[in-house]
């Protein structure tokens, strides 16, 4: 890693098209051996309507892969009862291999309760406590899907990150952490930093490898970036310009970063798309896993 004036783009989008089709190979393979169609099961209560737009890709992107897609909508209204209910019937169905509850849920809804009575093997959007141990003891099932995008795009830049040091920025049980745990695996020196943390911009700058999930539109400044450093914003942020419209930011002032870094993903076109390949990619793994397959693919 050098440091150089413009930094090599990550494409994101590229490396999940290529992931996408790595995946219909391989579920057209387990349905040739087995017999058995990978089948996701997605759960969408009320009409949010970010939520309608995920769930509408997860639905085409899943179908695309060769797999079976299960659309539940649900009225805002649901009763924490109905919704349980409808889990645990997705959680006997045999025909279900995966199953991801859209978040957010409307606020009369628990979200820990609901995630936590999935089953775990079939909790494809590693959220389930049984999962987040899973990964943190080296016995990984399912990994949450952005961590494990992140770490795809790193690797597609640098085959073993082994003694490098990285910042996480950003302490979620949807992204940090994992990330956090996923780094360590792969034997980096890991520090995470987040909102109490002192110095933030000193640690930054001490980092090999940075990955921003803070959800603060630019906040990751240039100079904060050791020159030659990896650097994967995971952040989406809409902001507005001059003219009034809006257009889409990540947590990494991309300008200025773009000039130090070695490596950088964009956004849009980075960590984004590799979210819902690396969803379809868990559903893969619970297919197999069921079968008593090895769950690597
Ligand atoms: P959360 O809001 O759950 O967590 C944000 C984390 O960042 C917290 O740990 C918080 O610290 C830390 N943080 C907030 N402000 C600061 C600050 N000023 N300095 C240091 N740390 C700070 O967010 P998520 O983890 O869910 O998401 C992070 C970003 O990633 C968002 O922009 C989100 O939109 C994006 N995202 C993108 C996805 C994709 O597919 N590309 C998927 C998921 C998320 P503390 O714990 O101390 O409060």
């Given amino acids: ?8 783009l990550i494409d994101g989008k590229a490396i999940a098209a290529a992931l996408r089709a790595q995946l219909a190979d391989a579920v057209a393979k387990l349905k040739a051996e087995h017999g058995v169609v990978p089948g996701l099961a997605v759960v969408l209560v009320g009409d949010d309507p970010a939520s309608q737009v995920y769930v509408r890709n997860k639905h085409a992107q899943t179908v695309e892969a060769g797999m079976a897609s299960f659309e539940h909508r649900l009225p805002a209204s649901t009763s924490r009862e109905a919704l349980l209910a409808m889990v645990d019937q997705l959680n006997k169905d045999p025909l279900v291999h995966g199953i991801l509850v859209q978040l957010p849920l409307p606020a009369h809804l628990d979200a820990t309760e609901v995630l936590n009575a999935i089953d775990p093997d079939k909790d494809v959007d590693g959220f389930h406590p049984v999962n987040a141990g899973r990964l943190a003891t080296g016995q990984a099932l399912f990994v949450p899907c952005t961590p494990v995008g992140c770490e795809l795009l790193l690797r597609s830049v640098i085959a073993d990150p082994s003694g490098l040091h990285a910042v996480v920025i950003g302490r979620s049980n949807i992204v940090g952490k994992p990330m956090a745990q996923l780094l360590l695996a792969a034997n980096c020196t890991v520090t995470i930093v987040h909102s109490r943390t002192r110095d933030l911009a000193g640690l930054v700058r001490q980092a090999d490898i940075v990955v921003a999930a803070l959800g603060r539109a ?5 100079d904060w ?12 942020n809409r ?3 001059a003219d009034g419209k809006t ?12 000039q130090v870094a070695g490596a950088i993903t964009p956004v849009p076109g980075g960590v984004g798309p590799m979210t819902i390949a690396c969803l379809l990619r868990n559903t893969l793994i619970a297919a197999r896993y069921r079968l008593g397959l090895d769950g690597q693919v």
Avoid at 218 to 222: L, S
Avoid at 225 to 234: E, L, M, N, S
Avoid at 247 to 258: E, I, K, N, Q, T
């Fill in 1 to 8: 890693m050098s440091g150089s004036a413009t930094a090599q």
């Fill in 239 to 241: 902001i507005e310009q």
């Fill in 218 to 222: 630019e906040f990751v400044k240039g």
């Fill in 247 to 258: 257009r889409l930011v990540g947590d990494v002032d991309f300008a200025s970063a773009s």
């Fill in 225 to 236: 970036i050791k020159p030659g450093a990896i650097v994967i914003d995971v952040g989406i």
